[in-house]
């Protein structure tokens, strides 16, 4: 194994990016803090017992990785600040845990995914094992050099890392198990579905976007007639096209979900106008498995792609009704993340990255295809391999 992946708390670190700068008045109190080898649930879960506030009264923008060191903000209404003694208490509560940068006041509270995205800062650490000469350095170091280029040129593929997936893919495979037999998960009087298994679903879909993204990739099939386009990764506002021959299409998504909101799968409509496809604003998605589910056109290339993962996961009405049940509904996914203010450069041995992601795409994977074909056991040793049926 060449390099290491977080063996010190100081080799990874992450910073939530806000989408713009908020209005710094209101009725919305802001904490930016700083936690270390802790969860965003266990800060969560923290204030919540200490407070005696339930976890609807604390909003986030994300969930961010326990190992490391993580920077990223929490709000709370007044109202609420009010009835555990003000933001002394909450911050001195927090503070119990972590590290508070800055505390401000705004008009919105933060919400999942709306957030600009994330920086991180990497070390991975040369193991000095095996031992190699300077040469045999200076050729691996060229060759991630080369895989950090391609990187930057085309992105990478926006897959999920195994975090959604479990030890040995149990989520998955528990989900593929309601699946086949959904009748036995059914609530015997009427009650709610427990969360986990709605977990265990969304890693049912979340590995075979997988599936499908890698086999485009690995068929070189970047962009396909008939493709669905989106203008961003940030899934706030999106918009939507349909390429054909250097051309997008562009259709109103959102009344799209309203006019077929009753259909298992619908196609593009209402469009209203087109204009020459530029790969630097649109970007190819592919499925992600639920009901009421996007599809490409009928006859077009991209279609055939999406019948055949409807065919291998064996998606069927069976299946639909279970994500009916669930409430999962079907979504598309970017196939590649682009990588802002990628710089990078080597201390010794050891490969330092300075990078953004949009939110919702994984630090981790981008580390799989910076170590493409150098190192399968550091991959594998480091759990950076690529989740896969």
């Keep these: 194994m060449l390099y290491q992946f ?4 100081e080799d990874f670190l992450v910073e939530e990016l806000l989408p713009q700068a908020p209005k710094w008045e209101g009725d919305v109190f802001y904490v930016f803090f700083e936690k270390k ?3 965003t649930i266990e800060v969560l879960e923290h204030l919540g017992a200490k407070l005696k506030i339930s976890r609807e009264d604390l909003w986030i923008a994300g969930l961010k990785d326990k190992v490391g060191i ?3 903000r929490i709000s709370v209404y007044k109202s609420i600040l009010q009835r555990i003694g003000g933001e002394v208490i909450f911050c001195a ?10 505390t401000t006041w705004s ?3 933060l919400r999942i995914a709306n957030n600009a995205g994330n920086r991180f800062v990497v070390r991975l650490r040369s193991t000095g094992l095996p031992r190699l000469t300077g040469s045999q350095w200076q050729e691996i170091k060229n060759q991630i050099s080369a895989n950090i280029e391609k990187v930057k040129e085309r992105g990478f593929p926006n897959c999920f890392w195994s ?3 479990g030890k040995r893919n149990k989520n998955f495979l528990e989900a593929k198990k309601i699946m086949e037999s959904w009748i036995s998960w059914f609530p015997q009087s009427g009650g709610q579905y427990p969360y986990h298994l709605k977990f265990m679903l969304q890693a049912y879909a979340s590995m075979y976007f997988n599936e499908y993204v890698m086999y485009r990739r690995e068929k070189s099939q970047l962009l396909l007639w008939g493709d669905i386009l ?3 990764f940030h899934p706030v506002e999106v918009k939507t096209a349909v390429y054909e021959n250097q051309e997008v299409h562009l259709f109103d998504y959102l009344r799209c979900k309203r006019d077929f909101w009753n259909q298992s799968f619908f196609e593009p409509h209402h469009f209203n106008g087109s204009e020459s496809y530029d790969p630097k604003k649109r970007f190819p998605t592919g499925p992600m498995l639920g009901n009421n589910l996007l599809l490409a056109p009928q006859g077009s290339k991209a279609r055939v792609r999406d019948d055949l993962l409807l065919e291998l996961a064996e998606f069927n009405e069976q299946a639909i009704e279970v994500c009916k049940l669930y409430q999962l509904r079907g979504v598309r996914r970017a196939l590649r993340v682009k990588v802002g203010d990628f710089a990078y450069s080597f201390e010794g041995n050891d490969l330092l990255l300075n990078f953004s992601l949009p939110t919702g795409s994984y630090a981790t994977v981008l580390l799989a295809f910076v170590l493409e074909g150098i190192d399968g056991k550091t991959l594998r040793e480091n759990r950076l391999e690529i989740p896969r049926i």
């Excluded at 977080?6 to 708390?9: I, L, Q, T």
């Excluded at 509560?93 to 800055?102: A, G, R, T």
Aim: charged share 40%; glycine share 0%.
């Design 37 to 39: 080898n802790l969860t």
């Design 93 to 102: 509560c927090l503070e119990e845990i972590c590290k508070i940068l800055k």
């Design 163 to 165: 975090q959604r997936f």
């Design 6 to 9: 977080k063996s010190k708390a």
């Design 230 to 232: 989106v203008d961003r």
């Design 70 to 72: 993580t920077r990223q």
């Design 107 to 109: 008009d919105h509270p």
